[in-house]
């Protein structure tokens, strides 16, 4: 038991192509969450034992990049364009092992271009984008704020024009965000009326916990934009 390894394999098939390859997973004895960001990012007790780096699968033949949360079903023609814009300029590249936060990027990456080229959800764009804010934010990288921004973009949409009531995202869940993901790439108007937007739900959500942060986060952000006025007042 005690050299029992943290990866394991699961074997996966290739949407696109269909064939098959194995991916890596992180076994949960190894994860260790010691909290989270106000923007929901976990953090963990050793930054390799990281189950976000595993949450993209890779297909080694084709490049197509997937999680759990895409659809299987392919719009017409989106199939045609994956294997031309991806598939076809494919240099064989191994996501099956071990993955470093570099590699772990790159493999959020490659899932979102995949997502975008076969039109999945908005929802499931956001995620990507987010997480790859996530890691960006561990390496203390400038290229986090960008990918808040279009994390923000893609969760607008949803929550505009998507049915979030089969997901795993509430409505509410996605306004939090949104407000706090506004906050973080300067824009305050805006984060203000989605935080108001959450208190609006307050009696109705089951989500407590997520409402009581967004009324502290409310508080906080008011404080900081008086501040910010009388700074420019003096």
């Not at 260790?32 to 297909?59: I, R, S």
């Not at 973080?184 to 203000?192: D, L």
Request: include cysteine; glycine fraction near 4%; charge should be positive.
């Amino acid at each position: 038991m005690d050299n029992l390894s943290p990866l394991y394999e699961k074997q996966e098939t290739c949407h696109l192509c269909k064939r098959p390859f194995s991916s890596m997973k992180l076994r949960n004895r190894f994860v260790k969450l010691t909290g989270q960001d106000t923007d929901l990012k976990p953090n963990y007790a050793d930054a390799a034992m990281n189950p976000l780096f595993y949450h993209v699968k890779v297909c080694p033949h084709c490049g197509y990049s997937f999680t759990d949360d895409f659809s299987k079903f392919f719009p017409p023609g989106t199939k045609d364009v994956l294997t031309e814009k991806i598939a076809s300029n494919w240099v064989s590249q191994d996501y099956g092992r071990a993955r470093t936060i570099h590699e772990a990027i790159n493999s959020y990456k490659l899932a979102f271009y995949s997502g975008f080229l076969k039109k999945e959800k908005h929802l499931t764009l956001a995620g990507l984008a987010l997480r790859i804010a996530w890691l960006y934010r561990d390496l203390s990288s400038p290229d986090e704020k960008r990918f808040l921004a279009l994390a923000a973009g893609q969760y607008k949409e949803a929550y505009l024009n998507e049915d979030l009531t089969l997901t795993s995202m509430s409505d509410v869940k996605v306004m939090y965000l949104l407000a706090e993901l506004h906050v973080r790439i300067g824009k305050w108007e805006e984060a203000v009326k989605y935080f108001s937007k959450v208190l609006e739900k307050q009696r109705e959500s089951r989500d407590k916990k997520l409402v009581e942060m967004a009324r502290d986060r409310w508080y906080e952000l008011r404080d900081e934009m008086k501040k910010s006025e009388a700074s420019a007042i003096s």
